[in-house]
């Protein structure tokens, strides 16, 4: 595996303007959503590598290196030695639910080969969890699944995903990669606090939650929040719900997505169901630097190597905790 990275910012490409690695077959690009938009910019990039299928999406931040930069376009060309790719595009409409999003996905994907799978989804109006399930559904198990939600800083308005050069705001692209010699592994850890007694999820359906213990959410949780409750739902990825189940020791962290006013209820980025129980959580800097270390020493375990690539996903969330010390997670 060969690779070349660059940024675009402040209009110029730094370390080099892209093509060396013109054989490339695969070219990731992560970046501000108004770069994303610039379609000479894009046609650059596809010209360069004229092979690769080119996967991005908008950003709340791009990762270069060590660095956590802003209003930039992060570029990586691939070369692989003996992987083949096959990636799917579906355009989302009314009446198709984030599952059988999923689902439709899954099935285009030619199993025979298959060692892994990289999506990239919309990150507004969007069901995490039901879109895993319904891609899962339709993979050999030992398939493994990596990828995020794309991003647009703490605007929650659009966010756009990049297929083939063509960015759009209503789109899932899944990315299957063919191989009998690469190797994928991946960790996830959080690092955030839980403070607060347990809440019963009385009501809810799907992502959106309406009631804890018989209570309206949104109250309880603005109540909570305290001043910060006045910048919602953008403080509100400050203060993420875990979710405590009870099929796993670990707890899940649900970020959330937006709030109704009318109808006093919390969308989160994934499921919210009834009868399970969620505590607040809030910010702890050091445990979220060491949760980010964590992940990297997971991720490192199955393979015992130093990675030819690594790709970071982080959150909004974080970064807006971390501020100036968000250089410190991705350098952990």
Same mark, same amino acid.
């Given at each position: 595996?060969?690779?070349?990275?660059? *940024?675009?910012?402040?209009?110029?490409?730094?370390?080099?303007?892209?093509?060396?690695?013109?054989?490339?077959?695969?070219?990731?690009?992560?970046?501000?959503?108004?770069?994303?938009?610039?379609?000479?910019?894009?046609?650059?990039?596809?010209?360069?590598?004229?092979?690769?299928?080119?996967?991005?999406?908008?950003?709340?931040?791009?990762?270069?290196?060590?660095? %956590?930069?802003?209003?930039?376009?992060?570029?990586?060309?691939?070369?692989?030695?003996?992987?083949?790719?096959?990636?799917?595009?579906?355009?989302?409409?009314?009446?198709?639910?984030?599952?059988?999003?999923?689902?439709?996905?899954?099935?285009?994907?030619?199993?025979?080969?298959?060692?892994?799978?990289?999506?990239?989804?919309?990150?507004?109006? %969007?069901?995490?969890?039901?879109?895993?399930?319904?891609?899962?559904?339709?993979?050999?198990?030992?398939?493994?699944?990596?990828?995020?939600?794309?991003?647009?800083?703490?605007?929650?308005?659009?966010?756009?995903?990049?297929?083939?050069?063509?960015?759009?705001?209503?789109?899932?692209?899944?990315?299957?990669?063919?191989?009998?010699?690469?190797?994928?592994?991946?960790?996830?850890?959080?690092?955030?606090?839980?403070?607060?007694?347990?809440?019963?999820? !009385?009501?809810?359906?799907?992502?959106?939650?309406?009631?804890?213990?018989?209570?309206?959410?949104?109250?309880?949780?603005?109540?909570?929040?305290?001043?910060?409750?006045?910048? /919602?739902?953008? !403080?509100?990825?400050?203060?993420?719900?875990?979710?405590?189940?009870?099929?796993?020791?670990?707890? %899940?962290?649900?970020?959330?997505?937006?709030?109704?006013?009318?109808?006093?209820?919390?969308?989160?980025?994934?499921?919210?169901?009834?009868?399970?129980?969620?505590?607040?959580? *809030?910010?702890?800097?050091?445990?979220?630097?060491?949760?980010?270390?964590?992940?990297?020493?997971?991720?490192?375990?199955?393979?015992?190597?130093?990675?030819?690539?690594?790709? /970071?996903?982080?959150?909004?969330?974080?970064?807006?905790?971390?501020?100036?010390?968000?250089?410190?997670?991705?350098?952990?």
């Amino acid at each position: 595996m060969k690779i070349e990275h660059m *940024r675009w910012q402040d209009s110029r490409w730094e370390p080099t303007v892209p093509g060396k690695l013109h054989v490339a077959q695969l070219v990731l690009l992560f970046g501000c959503p108004s770069l994303l938009k610039q379609q000479n910019l894009l046609q650059e990039i596809q010209q360069a590598y004229p092979s690769a299928h080119l996967l991005g999406c908008s950003t709340a931040g791009e990762i270069s290196g060590t660095r %956590v930069l802003d209003e930039s376009l992060v570029v990586t060309a691939v070369q692989f030695e003996q992987t083949a790719l096959h990636g799917v595009r579906i355009k989302l409409k009314k009446g198709i639910s984030d599952f059988q999003a999923g689902e439709l996905l899954a099935q285009e994907l030619d199993k025979e080969g298959l060692v892994h799978v990289l999506v990239l989804s919309r990150g507004v109006n %969007v069901n995490g969890s039901d879109l895993v399930a319904g891609l899962t559904r339709h993979l050999p198990p030992h398939i493994t699944v990596t990828g995020g939600l794309s991003g647009d800083g703490t605007r929650f308005q659009e966010t756009l995903i990049v297929w083939e050069g063509k960015p759009e705001a209503e789109s899932i692209v899944v990315l299957g990669f063919y191989s009998k010699r690469l190797r994928v592994s991946y960790g996830s850890l959080g690092g955030w606090e839980t403070f607060g007694p347990k809440r019963l999820i !009385t009501r809810s359906a799907g992502n959106v939650l309406y009631e804890l213990d018989d209570k309206l959410a949104l109250p309880m949780y603005k109540a909570y929040l305290g001043e910060h409750a006045q910048g /919602l739902p953008a !403080t509100g990825l400050l203060f993420p719900l875990c979710l405590l189940t009870p099929d796993s020791a670990d707890p %899940v962290v649900r970020t959330i997505l937006s709030v109704n006013e009318a109808q006093q209820s919390i969308t989160f980025a994934g499921d919210m169901p009834e009868g399970m129980y969620a505590r607040f959580m *809030r910010a702890n800097f050091d445990q979220l630097v060491d949760g980010a270390v964590g992940a990297a020493k997971t991720s490192y375990k199955p393979i015992r190597s130093s990675p030819d690539l690594a790709v /970071l996903i982080s959150c909004v969330g974080r970064k807006l905790v971390l501020k100036q010390r968000i250089d410190e997670e991705v350098k952990g």
